[in-house]
């Protein structure tokens, strides 16, 4: 969901949203750096149940 998120924020062209390209930039990849520790979190707490 994060990273989608992320994803629209950088390449969503008319995003309604009032951000600078700068902005809109290191907001998606703040996002997308959060999916992955996220899905980090999910695989090891997966792994510590085997």
Do not use: C, E, H
Not at 28 to 37: C, H, K, M, N, Q
Request: aromatic share 16%; charged share 15%.
């Amino acid at each position: 969901m994060y990273l989608g998120l992320g994803l629209m924020i950088i390449f969503w062209k008319t995003l309604p949203l009032p951000l600078s390209r700068n902005q809109r930039l290191a907001l998606g990849i703040i996002l997308i750096v959060y999916s992955f520790i996220r899905f980090y979190r999910l695989w090891q707490q997966q792994n510590d149940r085997d």
